[in-house]
């Protein structure tokens, strides 16, 4: 967990920043927490982090443009050391793997609690500013989270959103119009940056869920547009998914633009649980794959399977992420196989 103590002085950070900029992840977990820091501070300046690997050096361009006199890291997972140097009053708030770095403040659940804590970064961004129920979900359950403390406020806030049976975070994201919210914000993503921007902008100015899951308001017919744009790709793609008696259930697609694979990966998860997905895009010669199972423990499996592979990837017990040269993909698909 994080302490109520560093809950506070993160809350006291934000609230007496003229100029914060936040650095955040580009899926519904890290928008998610943008949003509840922003409605908290709307001086903020958001940043979506859309590059495999770390926040680097890259990224001083940013700070060297706006000025900021906090700096706000939500749900990033990698961040260098030379960009780190390089800023002054740097907050990180992450529940990947912890990391260690100076010149930064660091707020990570994973720590006292020996890595069983990791909650997402939505969940925490609720504590912090204390704003809005249903992003704090929305993030969550994307993330396959359903906080009980969260859901109850929310149930009272938002009902019928999430129907009362539901106990699962898989039925929720699944089963429940908050998951297809959280669907609906993991494809807006997708996407050049600047028309991702243009979106967050308009999600800022969201006051309720319904805005966009019945597009009541012209703002929730915009974002609502976007996602059926990228869902109809994605539907298209799940459909040619072949599966068979094999324990594993792979799909190949070669694409220079939108990734879905971590999307579909989840989705064939809840239907598969027992199987091992691999969803791999093909792009400039190496493999992006998104590996998913219930049943094995996928990280483990990944570490091997990766040994005299030209490749890497890393991520959470039953949920990882890896890049693989081309030429090495049936050799690093047989390493898995021979672990099933
Ligand atoms: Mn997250």
């Known amino acids: ?16 920043s003229t100029r914060p900029l ?4 580009d899926d519904p977990d890290g928008l998610c927490s943008f949003l ?7 001086e903020c300046h958001g940043v979506v982090f859309k590059k495999a690997g770390s926040l680097d050096a890259e990224f001083l361009r940013k700070v060297g443009e706006y000025h900021p006199d906090a700096i ?47 909650k997402p970064i939505s969940y925490w961004a609720y504590k912090i500013t204390g704003e809005s129920s249903w992003l704090a979900m929305t993030g969550c359950v994307g993330d396959w989270f359903l906080p009980p403390d969260i859901r109850k406020k929310f149930d009272e806030e938002y009902p019928g959103l999430i129907d009362k049976k539901i106990k699962k975070p898989e039925d929720a994201l699944f089963k429940s119009k908050i998951g297809t919210l959280s669907r609906a914000l993991s494809f807006i993503l997708k996407g050049k940056t600047k028309e991702v921007m243009d979106c967050v902008k308009v999600l800022t100015r969201i006051q309720h869920p ?12 915009f974002i609502w547009k976007k996602y ?50 691999i969803i ?48 090495d993909f049936d050799r690093f698909l047989e390493n898995i196989r021979q672990q099933l």
Request: a positive charge; aromatic letters at 10%.
């Open 72 to 118: 706000f890291i939500l749900d990033i997972a990698n961040v260098d050391q030379e960009f780190l140097d390089k800023v002054k009053n740097a907050y990180w708030l992450d529940h990947h793997s912890p990391s260690e770095r100076k010149n930064v403040k660091y707020y990570n659940p994973m720590i006292k609690s020996k890595g069983k804590d990791n």
């Open 22 to 25: 936040v650095f955040f992840d």
């Open 36 to 42: 509840q820091f922003y409605k908290l501070n709307p």
């Open 228 to 277: 059926l744009k990228t869902n109809s790709i994605y539907n298209l793609l799940i459909k040619s998914v072949k599966v068979t008696k094999d324990k594993i259930i792979l799909f190949k697609y070669s694409s220079d633009k939108t990734s879905l694979t971590s999307e579909m990966s989840n989705e064939l998860l809840f239907r598969y649980p027992k199987k091992f997905i």
């Open 280 to 327: 791999a895009r093909e792009k400039n010669g190496e493999m992006k794959c998104s590996l998913r199972s219930s049943k094995y423990k996928v990280r483990i499996i990944l570490k091997k399977a990766l040994q005299g592979i030209d490749g890497y990837g890393g991520g959470h017990l039953h949920a990882c992420g890896a890049a693989v040269k081309a030429t």
């Open 1 to 16: 967990m994080i302490p109520d103590s560093e809950i506070k002085e993160l809350r006291e950070a934000l609230v007496n």
């Open 210 to 221: 319904n805005d966009i899951l019945e597009q009541s308001t012209s703002r929730g017919k």
